[in-house]
């Protein structure tokens, strides 16, 4: 089935193409239970549309035509019976459509979603989120459309057109013949516009994906664009954006007309043709008209599931273009993965950094970060990491939270080489606070417990008060439940940065990381937080990043990152 399927698409490789069928089946599958169900339903569905013509035919043939009063009454309270059932049928097999089509979505996208939480800052770096976006809404709702609405529609196409073909042949074999000619026509026809169709798919995706990545983009930078007074050359991005991915809709609106227009005129001809035909049997005498009416109802009913089992490979071309696209963010490897056995950090572990003759270069940049660089981070101590802008102190901090691995050297944590550690075991004894503070759409109560969601209330509220946030929390009109806006754009730089160092300490880390976590507070707020910071997480290794010569003053130990090596100097006097 994956092979046949994979056989109908033109323009992708078939093995790759297999693969993610296969891939999709396995979200399809779980659901076999509901899909017989509703496959049960479209059979009795389909059936009850086939009867329909034939009372009608009953009807007028034996009916009117015979002026048999009785099989007129029977025939008319069968048409209302069949239609009533009908209409249920239909509401019943929507309801459970849509559940079965929902369950199949949101279990891809979720697991898409899980999948992408695997991946590190370069895939993420190296993309544009509003295209991730794209691929993760529109793309999915794609496959999944083709996976229920596509297969639900074939199967039904299949039963009324073998139903519709018998009753044809049934009723008269000879004008039956006009569905042998227009078939072939159709099919043809069809095979030769697909390639362009998918092309076009193709481009209208992209397009799609350009207009969600502006908007992903300028919107939250709003007011960087109105301090610059860049409103309009934004809105004139967003109409070329906007009139390019018209044209090309257009395109492909035109395109797909004609692919479904000329089967739909050929059925008209042949509709007209056996009327034709048909109609002077009846003069004649030769054939009763009831049949002729039902006749070209079933021909209609054959024609279009025709059309619609040919529209499939529109459908289909449309999908796999979608579901290529979402099969690239699946096949994304994530750069760290964690060992099949990992080692365990010990409770009370020492939190000792080494960095042991490391290399480390960023892809595309010849300068190294790090060049066989080599130190340690004594356990329980606070040390300043200092050097230039720009030199990698952020990206060493990167390697040692593991988002990303060493090209050569080790980075250790008490003895222990990163690379057996899973990233979750190491990152929940890290605790960072960086430059970027995330905050999330919620409470700030939400959000300070954001890393340690199982802290009490009152754990919350010491770290509160250890953070220096108090004075916050009593001006804001919900106190610690009042939510904080998109991104926390109620607060200031300096209140971000203690909401996240609350956040921290709730974390009880073995290791806690400022970098430039300060910078956006007052001297003597900063004073304070240092001091505090050093009182709660004493005994832990502490590594301060900071351009500030006062957030640095009183550490124990100073290491300098300069030209990709690593120097350590003391800055308190040697014990005796
Ligand atoms: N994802 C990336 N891909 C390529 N180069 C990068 C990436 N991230 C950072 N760099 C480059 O690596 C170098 C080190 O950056 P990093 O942010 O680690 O410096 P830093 O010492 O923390 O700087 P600052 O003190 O200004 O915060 C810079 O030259 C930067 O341009």
């Known amino acids: 089935?994956?092979?046949?399927?994979?056989?109908?698409?033109?323009?992708?490789?078939?093995?790759?193409?297999?693969?993610?069928?296969?891939?999709?089946?396995?979200?399809?599958?779980?659901?076999s239970k509901a899909i017989m169900g509703l496959m049960l339903l479209s059979v009795f569905a389909s059936a009850l549309v086939l009867l329909q013509p034939w009372l009608t035919k009953l009807l007028i043939d034996d009916g009117l035509l015979a002026k048999d009063y009785g099989m007129l009454v029977t025939m008319s309270v069968a048409m209302i019976l069949v239609g009533v059932i009908s209409t249920g049928l239909s509401g019943i097999n929507r309801y459970l459509h849509t559940q079965l089509s929902g369950k199949i979505l949101f279990s891809l996208r979720e697991h898409?979603?899980?999948?992408?939480?695997?991946?590190?800052?370069?895939?993420?770096?190296?993309?544009r989120i509003g295209d991730i976006l794209s691929r993760l809404d529109g793309d999915v709702s794609q496959i999944q459309r083709f996976a229920v609405d596509s297969m639900f529609s074939a199967l039904s196409s299949v039963l009324g057109l073998v139903g519709a073909l018998v009753l044809l042949v049934t009723l008269s074999w000879k004008l039956s013949l006009l569905v042998l000619v227009l078939i072939p026509l159709e099919i043809l026809w069809l095979r030769w516009m697909r390639r362009k169709v998918e092309r076009q798919t193709r481009i209208i995706r992209e397009r799609s994906a350009d207009l969600s990545s502006f908007l992903v983009e300028t919107l939250p930078a709003m007011k960087f664009i109105q301090a610059v007074s860049q409103e309009k050359r934004e809105?004139?991005?967003?109409?070329?954006l906007s009139d390019s991915y018209l044209t090309d809709l257009?395109?492909?609106?035109?395109?797909?007309?004609?692919?479904?227009?000329?089967?739909?005129?050929?059925?008209?001809?042949?509709?007209?043709?056996?009327f034709l035909i048909g109609g002077y049997w009846v003069i004649e005498g030769?054939?009763?008209?009831?049949?002729?009416?039902?006749?070209?109802?079933?021909?209609?009913?054959?024609?279009?599931?025709?059309?619609?089992?040919?529209?499939?490979?529109?459908?289909?071309?449309?999908?796999?273009?979608?579901?290529?696209?979402?099969?690239?963010?699946?096949?994304?490897?994530?750069?760290?993965?964690?060992?099949?056995?990992?080692?365990?950090?010990?409770d009370d572990m020492s939190g000792?950094?080494?960095?042991?003759?490391?290399?480390?270069?960023?892809?595309?940049?010849?300068?190294?970060?790090?060049?066989?660089?080599s130190t340690v981070f004594p356990a329980g101590a606070s040390i300043a990491l200092i050097g230039p802008s720009g030199v990698g102190k952020s990206t060493l901090i990167d390697l040692l939270m593991r988002y990303y691995d060493p090209e050569q050297g080790r980075v250790l944590i008490d003895g222990v080489n990163l690379k057996q550690l899973a990233p979750m075991e190491l990152r929940k004894r890290v605790a960072l606070v960086s430059q970027d503070i995330t905050l999330f759409r919620g409470t700030l109560m939400e959000n300070i417990r954001y890393a340690a969601p199982e802290a009490s209330d009152a754990q919350v509220q010491a770290a509160t008060d250890q953070?220096?946030?108090?004075?916050?929390?009593?001006?804001?009109?919900?106190?610690?439940?009042?939510?904080?806006?998109?991104?926390?754009?109620?607060?200031?730089?300096?209140?971000?940065?203690?909401?996240?160092?609350?956040?921290?300490?709730?974390?009880?880390?073995?290791?806690?990381?400022?970098?430039?976590?300060?910078s956006a507070v007052d001297e003597a707020t900063e004073a304070e937080v240092i001091a505090n910071v050093n009182r709660i997480f004493a005994g832990k290794t502490r590594i301060l990043i900071s351009h500030r010569a006062s957030t640095l003053s009183g550490v124990d130990l100073r290491i300098e990152l300069n030209s990709g090596l690593l120097v350590a100097e003391n800055t308190l006097p040697e014990a005796e």
């Open 467 to 518: 953070a220096q946030l108090t004075e916050l929390i009593e001006s804001l009109p919900m106190g610690l439940e009042t939510p904080l806006g998109e991104r926390g754009s109620q607060l200031s730089g300096g209140q971000k940065q203690r909401v996240a160092i609350a956040r921290a300490i709730l974390q009880k880390p073995a290791i806690l990381i400022l970098d430039e976590a300060t």
């Open 112 to 127: 898409l979603y899980a999948h992408l939480q695997t991946l590190s800052p370069q895939f993420f770096g190296g993309r």
């Open 1 to 31: 089935m994956f092979r046949w399927l994979s056989a109908a698409i033109d323009g992708q490789d078939r093995g790759r193409l297999e693969d993610a069928f296969r891939w999709l089946y396995t979200f399809v599958r779980p659901q």
């Open 286 to 346: 030769q054939w009763q008209l009831g049949s002729l009416i039902a006749f070209s109802t079933y021909l209609g009913m054959a024609t279009g599931p025709v059309q619609s089992l040919l529209g499939l490979y529109v459908a289909i071309q449309r999908m796999s273009v979608s579901l290529d696209r979402v099969m690239d963010l699946r096949r994304a490897e994530p750069d760290i993965t964690a060992p099949e056995h990992p080692a365990k950090l010990a």
């Open 352 to 373: 000792e950094i080494c960095f042991d003759r490391v290399s480390f270069s960023y892809q595309g940049r010849s300068a190294p970060i790090l060049d066989h660089a």
């Open 250 to 274: 257009l395109k492909l609106q035109v395109t797909e007309f004609f692919t479904q227009a000329i089967p739909g005129t050929l059925t008209s001809l042949t509709r007209a043709t056996a």
């Open 235 to 240: 809105s004139r991005k967003l109409n070329r």
